[in-house]
């Protein structure tokens, strides 16, 4: 299957069977420049476990790698790179254009005219939608969601006056 760790290329860097230029590694993480980049100095965060989907990932390092990319964005951005803004990306999925099944985390930077980016159509792919369909919506998300807002956030939620 696509998802086995037999066939998995950032085991094979992980483990040393393929070679990789080693930005940044600790005991959860390593990270490093893809072969194939938006732009130069285009960064892939990996967890050292194979873990396909980010469900497959735990929670501490879905964490880590968050951290981790507030760094590598920031170094991204001193570096002599050409560098206007920065793109975060992940492919969860492929239906969502995941291409290799090992959860990854793009950080890359952006300028004008670098003729990347997602290509679409305002008025095609874009879904009307009311009021009435996204308070809808959010109440069905919300009665899935695994988290209490107020246990996570209390000293942020903003008081009713
Ligand atoms: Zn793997």
């Given at each position: 299957?696509?998802?086995?760790?037999?066939?998995?290329?950032?085991?094979?860097?992980?483990?040393?069977?393929?070679p990789?230029?080693?930005?940044?590694?600790?005991?959860?993480?390593?990270?490093?420049?893809?072969?194939?980049?938006?732009?130069?100095?285009?960064?892939?965060?990996?967890?050292?476990?194979?873990?396909?989907?980010?469900?497959d990932?735990?929670?501490?390092?879905?964490?880590?790698?968050?951290?981790?990319?507030?760094?590598?964005?920031?170094?991204?951005?001193?570096?002599?790179?050409?560098?206007?803004?920065?793109?975060?990306?992940?492919?969860?999925?492929?239906?969502?254009?995941?291409?290799?099944?090992?959860?990854?985390?793009?950080?890359?930077?952006?300028?004008?005219?670098?003729?990347?980016?997602?290509?679409?159509?305002r008025?095609?792919?874009?879904?009307?939608?009311?009021?009435?369909?996204?308070?809808?919506?959010?109440?069905?998300?919300?009665?899935?969601?695994?988290?209490?807002?107020?246990?996570?956030?209390?000293?942020?939620?903003?008081?009713?006056?």
């Open positions: 299957m696509k998802e086995d760790k037999e066939n998995c290329i950032f085991c094979d860097i992980i483990e040393g069977r393929s990789v230029s080693i930005v940044y590694e600790d005991d959860k993480i390593i990270v490093f420049p893809t072969i194939e980049p938006v732009n130069a100095s285009h960064m892939l965060i990996v967890p050292k476990i194979h873990a396909p989907y980010l469900a990932v735990d929670e501490e390092t879905t964490l880590h790698i968050i951290k981790i990319a507030r760094e590598v964005s920031e170094a991204i951005r001193k570096s002599k790179y050409q560098c206007e803004g920065i793109n975060w990306f992940l492919a969860d999925g492929e239906a969502a254009e995941q291409e290799v099944f090992h959860f990854h985390f793009h950080v890359y930077p952006r300028f004008k005219g670098d003729g990347f980016g997602f290509k679409y159509d008025s095609k792919n874009f879904i009307r939608t009311t009021r009435q369909d996204l308070d809808y919506i959010a109440n069905e998300i919300k009665n899935l969601l695994q988290i209490n807002s107020k246990e996570h956030f209390t000293s942020n939620t903003p008081k009713k006056l």
